[in-house]
């Protein structure tokens, strides 16, 4: 017997999609955070770090990491059976940034990961949104061997609004980064109500 819709009871929901980019420096673990969440295969751009990249391309903290994103990472992930997310991963290397204008069309929020050994490589992006009025969270990827900071002493160091949330998150860890993407799309969402009724009064 085939179970169609009827028997069911229920039309099957189409959910809404939303953009979300996941930005920071270079080596922050964005790759890692869309690899960690994502339920399809990540579409990846890694390539090789050289010999020749050597100077440019400070690897300290991430020793272990041979390769970078060029173009960009993608995934997705089912919050709600209604609310799905297009995970977008920027290239970190600042050779690579003119492609953040074409990832970011259409983004309704972004992810900017910082690691507090290196946190100035995030002012950019902190800088990169907020100048385009697209909404963000911080979400501090805490590295072992990295010193711990209170929250309140990042968000200071990144001369965050108080209205900028900030999140302590493992990139690795797939509940972890799903509590981050939950918090941005929340933020984003109220973001976008401010606005509209800032608009309409
Ligand atoms: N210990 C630890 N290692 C991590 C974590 N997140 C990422 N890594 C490692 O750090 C390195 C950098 O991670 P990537 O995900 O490639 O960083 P990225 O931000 O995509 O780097 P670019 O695309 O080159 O800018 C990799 O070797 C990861 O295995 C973390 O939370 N803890
Ligand atoms: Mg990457």
């Not at 920071?24 to 964005?30: A, T, W």
């Not at 970011?104 to 800088?127: K, N, P």
């Not at 302590?168 to 981050?180: G, I, M, W």
Request: aromatic content about 8%; overall charge negative.
């Amino acid at each position: 017997m085939i179970f169609g819709r009827s028997e069911r009871g229920k039309p099957p929901v189409e959910p809404v999609t939303l953009k979300i980019l996941v930005a920071g420096g270079f080596g922050v673990g964005k790759t890692t955070l869309v690899g960690a969440v994502s339920e399809i295969r990540p579409l990846r751009t890694e390539e090789l770090l050289t010999e020749a990249g050597r100077p440019v391309d400070d690897t300290s903290g991430v020793e272990g990491k041979r390769t970078t994103t060029v173009a960009m990472d993608f995934g997705r992930i089912t919050l709600r059976e209604d609310l799905v997310l297009y995970l977008f991963g920027t290239p970190g290397q600042e050779r690579f940034w003119f492609m953040w204008d074409e990832l970011s069309e259409g983004a309704l929020g972004a992810v900017v990961l910082a690691d507090t050994r290196r946190l100035q490589d995030c002012f950019a992006a902190v800088d990169y949104f907020e100048r385009r009025g697209i909404p963000f969270v911080v979400g501090v990827n805490c590295f072992e061997g990295a010193a711990r900071y209170p929250a309140e002493t990042v968000r200071q160091a990144l001369d965050l609004d108080p209205g900028v949330p900030l999140l302590l998150t493992d990139a690795r860890d797939r509940e972890s980064v799903k509590e981050v993407l939950i918090g941005v799309v929340q933020h984003a969402m109220a973001f976008q109500a401010e606005r509209r009724e800032a608009v309409t009064t």
